[in-house]
């Protein structure tokens, strides 16, 4: 089992930026795929960014792209989501999700992931 706490989130101004952070409980975390996905009330968990193990392929959603960064440091069992110029419209519970079944590829479907954490609050006000 692993378990995965997610930290970072919190109320910026649009235009503004905050930085995500995901701890992973075990050293196993480094051969997993990880992802951030978020979720409003009332949708569903939409996937954000992935980044497989060794960091040398990542994927963002169309939204996200040019604005978000992910990374990760597995010396630290750590995945970090960099957001820059954020805008209201991502607003949301951010979750950070471990695919124990892959390591070269962050799929974006949230049933491909087994592991999820608790999630964190991003607000942006306009």
């Known amino acids: 089992q692993v378990q995965l706490v997610e930290s970072g989130g919190g109320l910026v101004r649009a235009g503004g930026s905050l930085r995500l952070s995901c701890a992973a409980s075990?050293?196993?975390?480094?051969?997993?795929?990880m992802a951030w996905f978020r979720q409003t009330p009332g949708k569903e968990r939409d996937f954000v960014a992935g980044?497989?193990?060794?960091?040398?392929?990542?994927n963002y959603a169309d939204s996200v792209k040019g604005r978000f960064t992910i990374s990760r440091d597995n010396a630290k069992n750590t995945v970090y989501l960099q957001m820059n110029s954020l805008k209201p419209e991502d607003t949301a519970i951010y979750y950070c999700?471990?695919?124990?079944?892959?390591?070269?590829?962050?799929?974006?479907?949230?049933?491909?992931?087994?592991?999820w954490g608790q999630g964190t609050q991003v607000t942006v006000s306009s």
């Open positions: 075990r050293r196993t975390f480094s051969s997993y795929a």
């Open positions: 999700a471990a695919d124990r079944g892959s390591s070269w590829y962050a799929g974006t479907r949230e049933y491909e992931y087994d592991y």
């Open positions: 980044i497989n193990w060794s960091h040398s392929n990542t």
